[in-house]
């Protein structure tokens, strides 16, 4: 089974703190992604990752930063956490299917909820 | 404007009873995966479809991609509480490879025993 885990399922933090958050997948899965879900503005792109060291712009990622050292690791970081980030994060991998055409189904973590006080 | 409307917004259904849900695009989608996701957890993958036409089963759960590939529709069949949660389309809209997935905002399904 794939299993791609989230460093905490809840975390509390302060306005103006760093905030790491910790995504591991075990499926050497090259792609790599970084979601936050709110209601009414359903699940959004923050960031995404092809490849060691690579990454990619969503469409929010405004705030966020993130790193990719290794290939099983993705993380995010809030550089200065506010309040508006207050949110679910779900992490996803996907491998790229080569001969299927462009699809390829992304297996999610079970989410980190963030409370930015 | 949201460029995948899923319909309705949340539906309660009796136990037994069958449901459709949709998701539609304006845009030609090159492949459409359907996920489930209990409250306050991840999302699991229920099907991917990507030719025109094209029909999966698994349980009592059916997905169809229209000819135009620019709506797809989700079955239950005699629902169960178990069916309960939030189910989200994805799409592929861009031929290239490596393309990201967009979101729906998702359905909300209440099963009443």
């Known amino acids: 089974d794939v299993k791609v885990t989230q460093s905490s399922r809840y975390l509390v933090k302060r306005t103006g703190e760093k905030v790491f958050l910790e995504c591991v997948q075990d499926m050497d899965h090259e792609n790599m992604f970084w979601y936050r879900q709110d209601p009414g503005l359903g699940l959004r792109l923050i960031y995404f990752?092809?490849?060691?060291?690579?990454?990619e712009k969503g469409d929010i990622p405004e705030g966020y930063s993130v790193s990719r050292e290794k290939k099983e690791r993705f993380s995010l970081i809030l550089e200065s956490a506010s309040t508006n980030q207050t949110s679910m994060y779900l992490c996803?991998?996907?491998?790229?299917?080569f001969g299927q055409g462009p699809g390829y189904e992304q297996y999610f973590g079970p989410g980190t909820r963030l409370t930015v006080t | 404007s949201q460029e995948l409307e899923q319909s309705p917004q949340s539906l309660i259904v009796q136990e037994g009873k069958n449901l459709t849900i949709n998701c539609t695009s304006s845009?030609?989608?090159?492949?459409l995966y359907w996920y489930k996701q209990k409250y306050g957890e991840g999302l699991i993958f229920l099907m991917m479809l990507q030719k025109g036409g094209e029909e999966k089963s698994h349980e009592k759960i059916t997905a169809k991609l229209d000819e135009k590939k620019q709506q797809s529709s989700l079955h239950i069949t005699a629902s169960q509480p178990s069916h309960a949660g939030i189910y989200l389309c994805g799409a592929d809209m861009w031929a290239g490879a490596n393309s990201k997935l967009t979101f729906g905002k998702g359905i909300t399904l209440s099963v009443r025993p």
């Open positions: 996803a991998s996907s491998s790229l299917i």
């Open positions: 845009k030609t989608l090159y492949g």
């Open positions: 990752s092809y490849d060691v060291k690579m990454k």
